[in-house]
């Protein structure tokens, strides 16, 4: 019997009359760049086959009525540019799993649903810039990865619902522009580790 193992790029960008569940088989072990963008019909959970170890470029970018639980796999190891971009309805934690290495450059931008915790694993290096930006509902605290050295322009911009404290890796270089600015509700000290050599502007601009 054959098998489908794989979703190519583009897929099924742009079916927006599809509703109810999108149910991903857990044979799929790789889907492609804009596979599912502008999907906006499907509703709930999204849980992303166990094999999958990327999400490419707005692979579901613009899916806006998800309103369940992101679940995603846990030997993911990259999330891609605009991966999850204005997924406005989510709910919940976000959850980064333990393997992943790299999220993108506005990987859940506008995802202003989550109203949990957001959880990255220790593993993760590199962060882009405008990655969590304007997910205003996200509470608790900020932890940055130990891994992470720079902390990019507008990571958290407008992330207002976060309640709790701020949380630097010790071995953080640099903050850059306006990658706080709007986070009004953290508390605390804010304690900026020695080897810092550069704030930018606004970087924590309410």
Not at 130 to 158: Q, R, V
Request: aromatic share 12%.
């Amino acid at each position: 019997d054959f098998e489908v193992a794989a979703i190519g790029d583009k897929a099924f960008q742009n079916c927006p009359n599809w509703t109810g569940h999108l149910k991903i088989p857990q044979n799929i072990k790789s889907i492609g760049a804009f596979s599912f963008s502008g999907c906006s019909g499907f509703t709930g959970n999204l849980q992303l086959p166990d094999h999958l170890t990327s999400i490419p470029e707005e692979s579901f970018s613009f899916c806006i009525n998800f309103d369940g639980i992101l679940s995603l796999p846990k030997k993911l190891t990259e999330i891609q540019s605009r991966a999850f971009y204005f997924c406005q309805n989510f709910i919940g934690d976000l959850i980064i799993p333990g393997n992943v290495l790299t999220i993108g450059n506005h990987a859940f931008a506008s995802c202003i649903g989550f109203n949990g915790k957001l959880k990255i694993s220790n593993s993760v290096q590199e962060i882009g810039k405008n990655a969590f930006y304007s997910c205003s509902k996200l509470t608790g605290n900020i932890t940055i990865p130990e891994k992470i050295a720079i902390i990019e322009e507008n990571i958290f911009y407008g992330c207002s619902g976060f309640d709790g404290y701020f949380n630097f890796p010790l071995n953080l270089t640099e903050i850059k522009s306006m990658a706080f600015s709007g986070c009004s509700g953290l508390k605390g000290n804010l304690h900026i580790p020695e080897k810092v050599t550069s704030v930018s502007d606004h970087a924590f601009n309410y």
